[in-house]
């Protein structure tokens, strides 16, 4: 039980186009989703948290237009990736705590997804 | 905010060696510490926890002891096997966020 997927696990795009990756719980409803992102050899930084039905909440320095979160159900988010560039490329990596969890540290991960800007 | 710091990697060790990886942290207040676990193409899965000091987390034959006065929460397992092969981060929680470290990969050989 308690899976995350997300779609895709690796995508390639152009500069200036815009990527949505997925984030789904597979066996649980998530009130809670949050997004991260991971570079070579660094941590995950949390970038946003998102409760279904409502906007999201960002970290410092992350851009919200840059990064468009929808938590429209509550076993799917979505991350956006507008126009984006080079410096983009990452590793982003979304987690969901499921709803009636004892605190937002229950938080099961998906397996990530790998973006290339070219 | 929070910081995370653990031994770099990766760690080789042969089937049945002792394991420790070790994790400090800063952080204001009294976090919550985990170690969490993410095997090849899987998402991070969590490890184990402790809430407060003096607490020991354990499963699967993973220890940590959260030391508040060394504000340390360093792994270790006493005989690893092939299957633990897998990269290992540590975490700290504080107002329901987590911060981790750079991970650490661990490989066991026969």
């Known amino acids: 039980g308690a899976v995350v997927s997300q779609h895709p696990s690796r995508v390639i795009c152009k500069s200036g186009t815009s990527v949505k990756i997925e984030c789904r719980s597979l066996?649980?409803?998530?009130?809670?989703m949050f997004w991260y992102r991971q570079f070579p050899k660094k941590s995950l930084m949390l970038m946003a948290t998102?409760?279904?039905?409502?906007?999201?909440?960002?970290e410092q320095g992350v851009e919200k237009d840059k990064f468009l979160i929808n938590h429209a159900s509550l076993t799917l988010s979505t991350l956006t990736v507008t126009s984006a560039h080079p410096e983009d490329s990452s590793f982003y990596i979304c987690?969901?705590?499921?709803?009636?969890?004892?605190?937002?540290?229950?938080?099961?991960f998906g397996p990530g997804t790998r973006l290339t800007v070219t | 905010g929070n910081s995370v710091t653990q031994m770099e990697g990766p760690v080789t060790l042969s089937e049945e060696a002792f394991l420790t990886i070790n994790c400090t942290y800063t952080?204001?207040?009294?976090?919550?510490l985990f170690w969490y676990v993410q095997y090849p193409g899987e998402g991070l899965q969590l490890l184990l926890k402790?809430?407060?000091?003096?607490d020991k987390g354990s499963n699967k034959g993973f220890e940590a002891t959260y030391r508040k006065e060394t504000t340390s929460f360093h792994l270790e397992k006493g005989s690893v096997q092939v299957s633990d092969s897998a990269v290992y981060f540590c975490?700290?929680?504080?107002?329901?966020?987590?911060?981790f470290g750079t991970g650490t990969r661990l490989q066991v050989t026969l």
């Open positions: 987690s969901a705590s499921p709803f009636g969890a004892r605190d937002l540290y229950e938080q099961y």
């Open positions: 066996d649980f409803q998530a009130t809670t």
């Open positions: 998102s409760n279904e039905g409502s906007k999201a909440t960002y």
């Open positions: 952080a204001t207040g009294y976090p919550s």
């Open positions: 402790a809430t407060k000091a003096d």
């Open positions: 975490a700290t929680g504080t107002a329901s966020k987590l911060t």
